[in-house]
């Protein structure tokens, strides 16, 4: 059975670190683009990061540019999204998804196949 798991996230002061994680079950992330996405309450889910297995190639939005880094294990078939000086305004409940393409836009949300269950993050002031 096909799963993506996400995992990695707390409660931290603003200016803190944290690193989510997000691991393949079931299949490889090979050819796979990686995306994060995150979702506030009563706010649209909106795309983080992205990146492409196939030639390595990432993608920020602007409102994390410089403070969040995207990379990937191959030997642990696991992406990871490393969220350092954390605002308030990061709070959110943060989604990793794998589109089987090798490059999926963050807006072509109809793109990712497969999508992980969510972890909290909440950055107080």
């Known amino acids: 059975e096909v799963h993506v798991v996400d995992s990695g996230g707390g409660l931290v002061q603003a200016g803190g670190s944290l690193r989510l994680s997000c691991a393949a079950s079931?299949?490889?992330?090979?050819?796979?683009?990686i995306g994060w996405f995150r979702q506030a309450p009563g706010k649209e889910r909106e795309g983080v990061s992205c990146?492409?297995?196939?030639?390595?190639?990432?993608y920020y939005a602007d409102s994390v540019k410089g403070r969040f880094t995207i990379s990937s294990d191959n030997a642990k078939n696991t992406v990871y999204l490393q969220m350092n000086s954390l605002k308030p305004e990061d709070t959110a409940v943060y989604y990793c998804?794998?589109?089987?393409?090798?490059?999926?836009?963050?807006?072509?949300?109809?793109?990712?196949?497969?999508w992980g269950q969510g972890t909290q993050v909440t950055v107080s002031s």
């Open positions: 990146i492409s297995r196939w030639d390595g190639n990432t």
């Open positions: 079931g299949f490889t992330f090979d050819d796979y683009t």
């Open positions: 998804a794998a589109a089987p393409s090798g490059w999926a836009p963050l807006m072509n949300l109809y793109e990712y196949d497969y």
